[in-house]
């Protein structure tokens, strides 16, 4: 499963603990395209395990943070409220960004060994 606009970078802390960081601002015309790449990324990460997200600390095989400001020239940025639905495979932002508004788009995921292990083999992750 290929990614065009998520370009992740692993990073691991001293506890072991392995986190796949994406950042990506596209031109306003890919934003669609980015969103449908994040959805891909949770919606696959739901299916590996369905119990999940939650603090690895307590359990849980995985982990997530999406954050997305929108960004246009001469204003101030906006946060965007991200929510993803899993039993419907959809992500929905409020407020939803405009046809010209550019949006920043930052995901972390953070799992268990096999989860990282399942992650960079079904992303092609090196």
Known sequence: MGLQLLDFDR???AEGVVCWDALAQPAPAHNAALL???VKVLV???QFDEHGPGPLEHGANW???LQVTLVQEGARSQVVQPRFVPSENRLTLLPEPQAHQCMALSLTLSGTPAFVQAFSEAFDLA
């Open 44 to 46: 696959w990460a739901h």
């Open 36 to 38: 449908q790449e994040v």
């Open 63 to 65: 982990d997530f943070d």
């Open 11 to 13: 990073s691991e802390d």
